[in-house]
């Protein structure tokens, strides 16, 4: 698995952008990067994925830089309901969306 | 509408009793998972079934039996069960087994207290 390292922990103002970095160095030519968030006591919650362009749905938006060694999910106007945990996440192999193995991810904290 | 629903949300029982949670998803996935977060936190894939076949099966003791009588059900049953036997287990389906976009779509975890 291509491993990731991120922050363990982020504050953001509400209304504000929450950027949140991962870095994935290690990452192989098919791997996608797949962002999940686990709001407490929930289970965890898909977000976006993307392998080389930058994507953007409903949720956030995912910049994956031009070496494919890092990104950013950016989450454009946080609210208190998007404290949660955001896992970066890199399954192995082509696609690989099926065998998520989860670090210890980012706890982002949004405050008034 | 719950997409991916498991029962019981809340599950106390003592050392040595055998115990199930149930999984049901009703998204019309043919792939469906077990995860277990632990005490630290780390979240980690124990199964997968597609269409009733079991994929993957990762480094779980014998005592953990997953089984699916339909691609829409995936259960988990635990015999003699230990302390350390004590998380949240989460069940989980996609569409399909692997490649791009597959997105995973997860329960709302049952918490398992051994005492």
């Known amino acids: 698995d291509a491993k990731t390292t991120q922050p363990p922990s982020m504050d953001c103002a509400e209304g504000r952008a929450a950027n949140l970095p991962c870095n994935h160095s290690?990452?192989?030519?098919?791997?996608?990067v797949y962002w999940y968030r686990q709001i407490h006591s929930q289970g965890p919650q898909y977000i976006i994925h993307?392998?080389?362009n930058n994507e953007t749905n409903e949720m956030a938006s995912l910049i994956i830089t031009e070496d494919r060694k890092s990104s950013t999910l950016i989450l454009p106007h946080a609210t208190l309901r998007d404290t949660a945990v955001y896992y970066c996440?890199?399954?192995?192999?082509?696609?690989?969306?099926?065998?998520?193995?989860f670090g210890t991810g980012t706890q982002l904290k949004v405050e008034l | 509408d719950t997409a991916v629903s498991q029962t019981p949300k809340y599950l106390v029982t003592q050392m040595g009793n055998d115990k199930s949670i149930k999984c049901e998803q009703n998204?019309?996935?043919?792939?469906m998972y077990w995860y277990k977060q632990d005490s630290k936190k780390f979240l980690k894939i124990m199964f997968s079934y597609n269409n009733k076949e079991l994929i993957i099966n990762e480094t779980v003791p014998n005592r953990f039996s997953p089984k699916s009588p339909d691609k829409a059900h995936l259960n988990l049953h635990i015999n003699s069960l230990e302390l350390g036997d004590s998380a949240v287990y989460f069940c989980?389906?996609?569409?399909?087994?692997?490649?791009?976009?597959?997105?995973?779509?997860f329960g709302e975890g049952s918490w398992l207290t051994v005492v």
């Open positions: 993307g392998l080389k």
């Open positions: 290690t990452i192989s030519g098919n791997e996608y």
């Open positions: 989980a389906s996609s569409l399909w087994t692997g490649g791009a976009g597959n997105t995973i779509y």
């Open positions: 998204l019309g996935h043919d792939t």
């Open positions: 996440i890199v399954p192995p192999g082509e696609g690989g969306g099926n065998k998520l193995t």
